[in-house]
């Protein structure tokens, strides 16, 4: 009976199955990046995407006009007075004009705009000392209303006296250009148009400089004896109130239009009906500019105003971008360095297998 030929049964091939299947999986596992490298790579990708988040949508939501705001400016400078005990007009005396504006927190909050209240004080030698607005000369108050984005007046939130009109008045729009404003001025109750004039430097800080005039303008009337105004025969009398202004030169911070310096020459008279020359000078002054404290404080406001803009839009998109390019490009190398290694070792170790 013949010999029966011993089956032969693939008793190897699950060995040589697993072996040539190592290689393929070590293959896989040795082209996975270096950690170290997939981390750069990510903060670069990160960095370039916040770079036009930071100009484009940062970067303009921080440009409103703050709502917590309490400032006082004050205006000094010689000039003319009407007293009224002596019933004259005192020349050559100083001047003073404070003005202080506080936001009104909860009225911009709930509105969205920018609310601020304004008083406003014009003190003589004799008043100054008593420092109480109701003993000033004059005494206004103001309750000023605008878009925190565009600086524009907005008639709400029971702004007053008046509807306030132009482009700026206590401070202009953000990104202040070289062209001309309308700049609202108080005692008129009418936008006086600047031009601008150059740049001028305020207390080592450079910004633009505008410039503009009020000719002589009716601006009200006022019950006076007549004999104030050259009308003895008449006892009291409506007479007109009119009002110039020679000089007004306004510093503004270029990027914040925080007014940094202001200098003005109102002029207040007294005429009789429908006459053409003045009879009395209420108030004349030659030159109120702000005080040197209060050139220090503005150009402390705005240039730390300033620096804050600068930073989210122009320092942090800046160095975003180019911080995001270097770690994009140099995660991107180290990745493709940390894969060619490994992969020529892994062909190899198949070669070899």
């Known amino acids: ?4 030929t011993p089956s032969h049964t693939p008793s190897h091939t699950p060995s040589r199955t697993t072996e040539s299947s190592a290689p393929a999986r070590r293959g ?3 082209r996975a990046a270096p950690p170290g490298a997939l981390a750069v790579l990510g903060l670069g990708v990160f960095l370039l995407a916040l770079a036009p988040l930071l100009a484009w949508y940062v970067a303009p939501r921080a440009k409103v006009t703050p709502i917590d705001v309490d400032v006082t400016t004050v205006f000094t400078g010689t000039g003319s007075y009407f007293d009224t005990g002596a019933l004259r ?7 003073t004009i404070t003005r202080h504006v506080l936001g009104d927190v909860a009225e911009s909050e709930r509105s969205g705009r ?3 209240d304004v008083s406003t004080t014009v003190d003589t030698p ?9 003993k000033a000369f004059q005494w206004t108050t103001e309750r000023w209303v605008t878009d925190r984005q565009t600086n524009a007046p907005v008639h709400c939130c029971e702004e007053a006296p008046t509807r306030f009109d132009g482009d700026a008045y206590l401070k202009f729009p953000f990104d202040v250009q070289k062209k001309g404003y309308r700049w609202w001025d108080s005692t008129l109750g009418a936008a006086v148009p600047l031009r601008f004039a150059g740049t001028r430097e305020v207390q080592g800080y450079r910004g633009y400089r505008f410039t503009g005039t009020v000719p002589p303008t009716r601006a009200g009337s006022r019950q006076v004896p007549g004999r104030l105004v050259g009308r003895p025969r008449q006892g009291q009398i409506q007479a007109e ?4 202004n020679s000089g007004i030169e306004l510093v503004v911070e270029q990027r914040t239009g925080r007014i940094i310096d202001a200098t003005i020459s109102p002029l207040k008279t007294l ?4 006459a053409r020359r003045d009879a009395v000078t209420l108030l004349h002054g030659d030159r109120l500019r702000f005080t040197p404290a209060t050139q220090r ?3 402390r406001l705005a240039r730390a105003d300033s620096d804050k803009l600068a930073l989210v839009g122009r320092t942090l998109p800046v160095g975003a971008a180019v911080v995001g390019g270097v770690l994009t490009v140099a995660g991107a190398a180290w990745v493709a360095r940390g894969r060619g290694p490994r992969r020529q070792r892994d062909e190899q170790g198949q070669r070899e297998e």
């Open 1 to 4: 009976m013949p010999a029966r």
């Open 28 to 30: 896989a596992a040795g």
């Open 89 to 95: 007009t005192r020349d050559r005396q100083k001047i």
């Open 114 to 116: 920018a609310v601020w």
């Open 126 to 134: 004799q008043t100054l000392p008593l420092r109480d607005p109701r």
């Open 241 to 244: 109130e009119w009002y110039a």
């Open 271 to 274: 005429r009789a009906p429908g």
């Open 297 to 299: 404080a503005q150009v």
